[in-house]
């Protein structure tokens, strides 16, 4: 149950968390975007009118255009779970992008993080 309460999130009320949370490190907001372009497909004006619209968790995942080749090397702890363990595949594409913010945070150099 407490999925689908996370599903149902606004992603537009959790994106200024994810750009705070990088800045707060001295990295930018063009960087959260490129990581969410990468991991999802979406551009700039997509990734714009979800923000606008409201769009949750769940429905900007299903209308990602495509989700990137490369995720499965994402790999390690998220909130205490193995991100490349987590079943529920909605889950583990939201626990990706949590990742890759988190490991902006911390300084990674962005070839890096898109897994290049």
């Known amino acids: 149950m407490e999925n689908a309460k996370i599903y149902r999130m606004s992603f537009a009320s959790v994106y200024p968390l994810y750009i705070k949370k990088a800045e707060r490190k001295g990295r930018t907001?063009?960087?959260?975007?490129?990581?969410?372009?990468?991991?999802?497909?979406?551009?700039?004006?997509?990734?714009?009118?979800?923000l606008e619209a409201g769009t949750d968790f769940e429905t900007f995942f299903a209308q990602a255009p495509q989700l990137n080749a490369n995720v499965s090397k994402i790999t390690g702890l998220i909130c205490g779970y193995r991100v490349e363990e987590i079943e529920d595949k909605l889950m583990q594409k939201i626990r990706y992008l949590d990742?890759?913010?988190?490991?902006?945070?911390?300084?990674k150099a962005m070839d890096k993080i898109l897994r290049n």
């Open 29 to 50: 907001k063009a960087e959260v975007d490129e990581i969410i372009f990468w991991l999802t497909g979406y551009d700039q004006h997509s990734l714009t009118w979800h």
């Open 99 to 107: 990742k890759l913010v988190d490991e902006l945070a911390k300084g």
